[in-house]
């Protein structure tokens, strides 16, 4: 059974450490950082406005690099400087 729901999220990963946040990405099209103490945005950046829908999501183990993949074919890398 597979539910679509309006801009839900299709993929999310978690960083590391004791600051650990949320990213998820999703058929807003767009890439979340989510603090995971408050449970708000902190950042949130556009995909690709045009096409391409964000399906998955992977964060290095440093937490410093994201990479997005969605259904416009690309691999996006994404450098991230979070507060603490």
């Known amino acids: 059974c597979h539910m679509q729901r309006m801009d839900g999220i299709n993929d999310?990963?978690?960083?590391?450490?004791?600051?650990?946040?949320?990213?998820?990405?999703?058929?807003?099209?767009?890439?979340?950082?989510?603090?995971?103490?408050?449970?708000e945005p902190v950042l949130q950046l556009f995909i690709d406005e045009e096409r391409d829908e964000g399906l998955a999501v992977a964060i290095s183990h440093s937490g410093k690099l994201v990479v997005t993949g969605g259904t416009g074919g690309l691999l996006r890398l994404w450098s991230l400087q979070l507060e603490p």
Request: aromatic share 4%.
């Open 12 to 39: 999310m990963a978690l960083t590391r450490g004791a600051q650990s946040h949320t990213v998820s990405v999703g058929q807003d099209k767009k890439l979340v950082v989510w603090c995971n103490r408050s449970n």
